[in-house]
């Protein structure tokens, strides 16, 4: 009988145990003091970036201490943004999301039509707003309103080495400048020279990615050429997607595949390692040459404009900040968002973590601080800086641009190119209508 | 008295049964019947709320989907060739291991080993391996004098490369369990075949088949179970391309669920997939037991 009382005991003990497992999950919601507020954000405090950030509120809770305090929680995120994204999805469900969040680029519109974050222009009266980059102001505007403030810019440039280049025979002067870039006629000509000179394509472009890097770094091309991905509001791909602006820019990429100039399956680090003159990359990769392949002597030229328009156009994006609709702390959030995009702010986190600032007074500051090549991606993204779409349905409006992208590199399988931007224009319009139901 | 006992016996048999069901009903049974009311749904991700009943809507826009209907014959092709690929190369595998040679241990090992590494690491692995232009793959071909092969990169190669990278990480698992099946049929079958004059391809095909018999049922049910839940490879190595050529089901669920934010519409792929793997393993226990009354 003894025996028997235990066990169930035990049992007891066991189920206890679980019961109060899943009660423990429900955190008690102490928003502490006023005017404390909570930031959540995607990278962690042991990175470049989480130390200028920490910097920076650092400073923010010294100027306001004793009105508002911002505490951040690190969330690190994985290789494609995954675990920080399905924290915030959780915390949607759960009703418990900070006060201020942050959230990548192409998200803003997604955010902002589900009632997630709440516009930010009548705080930003004061915020100097005339000072801040066109391609943030973009970025983070859905519906006429400014819903996210990005506290970071990137953009992406032409690497090339520049003794391959000599070898080549093509000198200094020839290069092309943010002022008169290269068009895609002449571009083709210096990558056949390369590729005659080295017998392997002349540019990795990055197409076999696979992945965002094509929406954000092939755009730029169709914007050039006059093209667009979806119409201003974000509620039309076909027509837009499948015009021949798009066509031309698309058959301009497919002849640098067809004539061997860039490739689909490239070697691992070609460019890094000498095997390929030219790379298609980011402000990101500086820091990786520097680090890792110091022998490789660099330079970096600005995009390719269409033969047409001449018009220099650059990718643009980042990550932003923004406000939740449920906080109860609106100004002291605001004034943390403000705080974090101004000029001080945005040079602490451009020189601790090797991004481009997101105003032109930041830019002057740091000018003659930064790299060669940085000034070059800084001054082409001030000029031509294009933000990513905003729409809602932009993962699938990402992912079919992506496709399409890929499908033309395929180009024996696939050489109407028409008929593909018009298979994934479908696709595009459908998702969309889908999003604004 | 007695019927006190026994009311005491039931209680304390669920008390010990409670633990496993409880942790059951939260992890299997409410998300499995989320997922069901989610499929009729509009769920979005950002917005909880403001879901609502839309009844056969998404099931209508799926079987519109291309990505979708190609996911499925992805998915189905990858299991035609994987189960006689892998299954084909455990049998091998236990063979050779089964005798008792030397070395033998070394071969065990070896053939074990890729099971206990991680998919991802095999995957990124295989993926230098495979690189078109300077892969190890490619330099052996060469050698041999075959040309060099896209692999990953070849909307027609793709879905065969991750079957072959597949099979080579999961056949010794199977192998394992072939050889205790072929371990447990007794010696003297054999010497009594061995007497009557059979060749030992003889003895493989009329005594070790018929006799692993009920270990390759096992296998087979579970291989196949396993083989419709691909994932890790195609989301690796090649993220469903070239032209969505390896975008398989849960690929696709996990796709439109989290990428997209689409939570209705991959609740009701994840039904239609769950009553897919149900009805298979329906029809193979059907199979299997009218096997068993012959």
């Not at chain 1, 290269?182 to 076999?208: D, G, H, R």
């Not at chain 1, 061997?260 to 680090?269: A, L, M, N, Q, R």
């Not at chain 2, 190609?70 to 299991?79: D, H, R």
């Not at chain 2, 690929?85 to 040679?101: E, F, H, P, S, T």
């Amino acid at each position: 009988m003894k025996k028997r009382s235990r066990m169930i005991a035990a049992v007891a003990a066991v189920l206890m145990g679980i019961m109060t497992g899943c009660g423990g999950e429900k955190k008690e919601e102490v928003s502490g003091n006023p005017g404390e507020i909570k930031v959540w954000v995607h990278f962690s405090d042991e990175t470049p970036e989480g130390k200028a950030w920490q910097e920076i509120v650092d400073n923010f809770n010294e100027e306001y201490e004793g009105t508002y305090k911002a505490v951040t929680e690190y969330i690190p995120r994985s290789g494609s943004g995954g675990g920080y994204e399905d924290k915030v999805n959780a915390a949607i469900t759960t009703n418990s999301l900070p006060d201020v969040i942050t959230l990548d680029g192409p998200n803003t519109a997604a955010y902002a039509h589900s009632g997630v974050i709440a516009p930010l222009d009548e705080y930003l009266e004061d915020a100097d707003m005339d000072d801040v980059l066109d391609s943030i102001i973009q970025q983070g505007t859905y519906d006429g309103k400014m819903y996210a403030f990005g506290f970071s810019e990137s953009n992406v440039g032409v690497y090339y080495n520049k003794a391959m280049f000599k070898e080549a025979g093509i000198e200094e002067d020839q290069l092309p400048t943010l002022e008169d870039p290269w068009t895609w006629s002449e571009f083709q000509s210096v990558c056949k020279t390369i590729t005659e000179k080295y017998q392997t394509p002349a540019i990795n472009m990055q197409l076999a990615s696979g992945d965002e890097m094509l929406t954000y770094g092939y755009t730029p091309f169709l914007w050039s050429n006059g093209g667009n991905v979806v119409n201003e509001d974000g509620t039309k791909a076909e027509g837009y997607f499948n015009d021949e602006k798009t066509v031309e820019a698309l058959q301009f990429i497919q002849d640098l595949v067809k004539n061997g100039y860039t490739t689909i399956s490239p070697i691992e680090k070609g460019f890094e390692t000498g095997k390929y003159a030219m790379l298609l990359s980011g402000s990101w990769t500086m820091a990786d040459l520097e680090e890792n392949y110091t022998d490789i002597e660099y330079g970096i030229l600005p995009y390719p404009v269409s033969d047409t328009t001449k018009e220099l156009v650059s990718p643009t994006g980042s990550w932003q900040l923004a406000m939740t609709t449920k906080t109860e702390e609106k100004d002291a959030s605001s004034e943390f968002i403000k705080y974090a995009t101004n000029t001080e702010s945005s040079k602490i986190i451009s020189l601790g973590n090797s991004v481009l600032p997101i105003r032109n007074s930041t830019i002057e500051l740091i000018k003659d601080e930064v790299s060669d090549g940085m000034r070059v991606l800084m001054e082409q993204n001030q000029m031509s800086g294009h933000a990513r779409p905003v729409v809602v349905a932009y993962p699938q409006v990402s992912r079919a641009f992506q496709q399409a992208v890929q499908d033309i590199s395929y180009f024996e399988e696939n050489p109407d190119i028409q008929k593909v931007v018009d298979a994934r224009a479908t696709e595009m319009q459908q998702a969309i209508d889908n999003s604004l139901k | 008295m007695f019927k006190n006992k026994k009311v005491k016996e039931n209680i304390i048999g669920y008390g010990f049964l409670a633990p496993a069901l409880t942790l059951l009903i939260i992890f299997l049974v409410i998300p499995v019947c989320m997922v069901i009311y989610y499929a009729f749904t509009d769920y979005y991700l950002l917005t909880p709320e403001a879901r609502q009943f839309i009844g056969l809507e998404n099931f209508k826009r799926l079987f519109a989907d291309p990505i979708f209907i190609k996911s499925i014959w992805n998915t189905v092709k990858f299991v035609v060739w994987i189960i006689p690929v892998q299954l084909g190369a455990a049998l091998g595998m236990a063979l050779i291991v089964n005798k008792q040679r030397k070395g033998n241990m070394f071969f065990k090992v070896a053939f074990f080993a890729p099971v206990v590494m991680s998919l991802v690491v095999i995957s990124i692995l295989w993926l230098y391996l495979l690189n078109p232009n300077e892969g190890l793959i490619n330099t052996l071909l060469e050698k041999v004098g075959i040309a060099s092969q896209p692999f990953l990169t070849s909307p027609k190669q793709a879905m065969y490369t991750i079957v072959f990278v597949s099979a080579w990480q999961g056949a010794g698992y199977q192998m394992l369990l072939f050889l205790g099946g072929m371990q447990n049929i007794p010696g003297d079958v054999y010497e009594a075949a061995e007497i009557d004059g059979f060749t030992k391809f003889e003895q493989f095909w009329y005594i070790t088949m018929p006799l692993l018999k009920p270990t390759v049922i096992f296998v087979l049910l579970t291989t196949l179970i396993s083989a419709f839940k691909l994932i890790v490879q195609p989301m690796v190595m090649t993220q469903g391309g070239p032209m969505n050529s390896t975008m398989t089901m849960v690929y696709y669920i996990y796709q439109t669920g989290f990428t997209d934010r689409l939570g209705g519409y991959s609740s009701s792929i994840a039904l239609i997939f769950t009553t897919m793997i149900g009805l298979i393993t329906i029809v193979q226990r059907k199979l299997v037991k009218e096997d068993k009354e012959v």
